[in-house]
């Protein structure tokens, strides 16, 4: 069990074992207050992947991965994930200009 020191890549290695076997996949998390660090696995029982942190912005990218496991576990395991991630949404908020009055 090797800890993966690069987010983005624990998250598409995440949801790659999730597609493979979703019915045997567990997505864990533990908090430990004493240290303050946080550690996320993900396994299927053959292979593990680790990933632990003690920064305070990072509890947000672990309420992504959140929000992508629950789509992937509610609508199965084909479904485009780009929708949650956001990535889309934020390419569409670029293109739009102004919400204000017209002058």
Known sequence: MVY???WDE???QSVQLFRVDPDSTRYYMKYRHCDGKLILK???NKECLKFKTDQAQDAKKMEK???IFFTLMSRGPN???SEV???EHSEAQLLKKGRG???
């Open 10 to 12: 624990f998250v598409d």
């Open 42 to 44: 993900v396994t299927d």
């Open 65 to 67: 991965l959140n929000n």
């Open 101 to 103: 009055r017209k002058q």
């Open 4 to 6: 993966i020191t690069s």
């Open 79 to 81: 479904v485009n994930i």
């Open 85 to 87: 991630t956001g990535k």
